[in-house]
């Protein structure tokens, strides 16, 4: 599986972001999905995460209530809405993907197999 992220930018304060992370391969509905961010000088964290089926999502106490993990298995894409970004929302956001037959979602990093090249996300004061 490929991923390719895209959807960053630089954005100010209370303002909005889209991220999409697409995937190559035909077995896309069949992996458990995670979006990760890393600042710098600080480790790669779980923003959030989703199920093969799109039925179960984990969010990350510093983004509840304010971002959204959804999919699409028909178009193998899987999104990130982040509304109301603070600057401390600033890193480079990267998708992961791990095989699943199951209806879990994962959100140790040491889980996911593969992984996109990261999107930047920068938010000003």
């Known amino acids: 599986v490929q991923l390719q992220a895209s959807g960053g930018g630089l954005v100010q304060a209370g303002g909005s972001l889209r991220l999409s992370c697409v995937a190559s391969?035909?077995?896309?509905?069949?992996?458990?999905m995670g979006w990760f961010r890393q600042a710098p000088g600080q480790e790669r964290e779980v923003v959030a995460a989703?199920?093969?089926?799109?039925?179960?999502?984990y969010l990350s106490d510093s983004v509840k209530g304010r971002f959204t993990i959804s999919r699409d298995n028909a178009k193998n894409t899987v999104y990130l809405q982040m509304n109301s970004l603070k600057p401390e929302d600033t890193a480079v956001y990267y998708c992961a993907a791990v095989a699943s037959g199951g209806i879990y979602y994962y959100t140790h990093a040491e889980r996911y197999r593969y992984w996109g090249q990261g999107t930047q996300v920068t938010v000003s004061s």
């Open positions: 391969g035909r077995t896309y509905s069949s992996y458990a």
């Open positions: 989703i199920n093969r089926s799109g039925g179960s999502t």
